[in-house]
């Protein structure tokens, strides 16, 4: 099932995604919801950020080939840095380019979204807390990130946590291509089997650090192929089952 949240004339909605159809539902996607008539065609809505994270957990390095392009070594175990929830960002909405940097790179992601607070579970229980999964775009200002040498400027300016456009909770995230395109042309071509740490452990490693609840994001580190965005820049993420992550690069007045 594909989960989202939309606007309609300015009114905040759940709905499931089938065919090409937005079917309103009633109720919350971490315990019960009901599906009504009310179809709505994806011209007719705004998409809005599919949950409501508490936090994105990200991950760092989780890739050996994007680890190396940037000139570091493959973590020996998960490197994980945060976003603020006020970075969330839609499918189809805009990234803003902070005049702080002159360096903005997309970063393609598989995202995991939590179902039930989870604290301290095991490697083996750790998929009984995903409700699905999405398309993430990890926007970073790489020039800050490298002067600095720390992950939170660089990671957390408004619009930097672009995820959606929903979330499928039927999905199997083992051997998957993620892909970026940067105005159609391919930036990113990567694949799930390639990551260092698989999803489980990632769940069981951060949830026996933070207390994970109902809608926070884990982003899962970005295959190799990371670069530069450029304001008037349409960027993609792409994932084989998730669909694709639309969003459009504008100056912050
Ligand atoms: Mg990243």
Known sequence: MKLLRFAKDKFEMKGIYEDGKIR??????????T?????????EIVFLPPVIPSKFVCVGRNYAEHAKEL??????????????????????????????????DHEAELAVVISKKCSRVDEQDALKYVLGYTCLNDVTARDIQKKEN???????????????????????????GVRC???????????????????????SFISNV????????????????????NIGDTVEVEIDGLGKLVNYVKPRD
């Open 181 to 203: 395109f940067v105005n159609g042309e391919v930036r990113q071509d990567g694949n799930t089997r390639d990551m260092i740490f698989k999803i489980p452990f990632l769940i």
């Open 150 to 176: 720390k992950f939170t400027r660089a990671k957390s300016f408004d619009s930097f946590a672009p995820f959606g456009p929903f979330i499928e909770t039927e999905f199997d995230y083992e051997n998957v």
């Open 71 to 104: 000139g570091n070594e493959v973590p020996t175990e998960p490197l994980i840095f945060l976003k603020p929830s006020t970075a969330a960002n839609a499918h189809k909405g805009e990234i803003f380019y902070p005049p702080m940097s002159s360096k903005v």
């Open 24 to 33: 309103r539902v009633i109720g919350s996607f971490f315990d019960n919801f």
């Open 210 to 229: 933070m207390t994970l609840l109902p809608g926070d994001v884990i982003a899962t580190g970005t295959p190799s192929g990371v670069g530069g965005l």
């Open 35 to 43: 599906v009504t008539d009310e179809v709505y065609s994806e011209e």
